[in-house]
């Protein structure tokens, strides 16, 4: 009964964290358009299928949700390259590093390896893939405005407690 409280609580609290970093996160790329040229198409990594190393950090800045494997991801990287993903109740935090490609070094204070080493294969402004050495990928959507991702679990209803004397 209290793992089952601890993950809805761990589930809220990490839906929770991706809503309000959405609001502290880069926004939607628009504004750096001008600053890398002008152009306001797409950046090269927008494709799945483009080679990692066509994903520049600006590109992956930003909070990112969705769900693999029928479990909620969320993963931040912020301006200064430091990285934190939520899922499955674990967190692991460390930094996304550009090189020949983005690179994510994590570490999860549980233990857990599943993301702690992975390349960002696409960053579109809207989508980000990430593949991880464990062998997932996560496909993950940048939130807009107050909208989740579909198929996110909902908490389950919380037991009632006994009255207080």
Do not use: F, Y
């Not at 989508?127 to 405005?145: E, I, N, Q, Y």
């Amino acid at each position: 009964m209290q793992k089952l409280v601890r993950n809805g609580v761990v589930a809220a609290a990490a839906l929770a964290a991706a809503v309000a970093l959405t609001a502290c996160g880069s926004g939607s790329g628009k504004s750096d358009d001008a600053d890398k040229g002008g152009s306001t198409a797409p950046s090269a990594g927008a494709s799945p299928d483009a080679g990692a190393g066509s994903v520049a950090l600006a590109d992956a800045e930003g909070s990112w949700i969705g769900v693999t494997d029928g479990k909620p991801v969320t993963l931040t990287i912020s301006k200064g390259g430091h990285a934190v993903v939520v899922s499955d109740a674990h967190v692991c935090q460390g930094t996304a590093k550009e090189a020949d490609s983005l690179t994510l070094d994590l570490t999860c204070k549980d233990g857990n390896t599943d993301r702690t080493s992975g390349t960002v294969r696409a960053a579109d402004g809207t989508k980000l893939v990430v593949a991880w050495d464990s062998g997932r990928t996560d496909t993950l959507a940048k939130p807009t405005g107050s909208e989740l991702p579909p198929g996110l679990p909902s908490i389950p209803p919380l037991p009632s407690l006994p009255p207080q004397p």
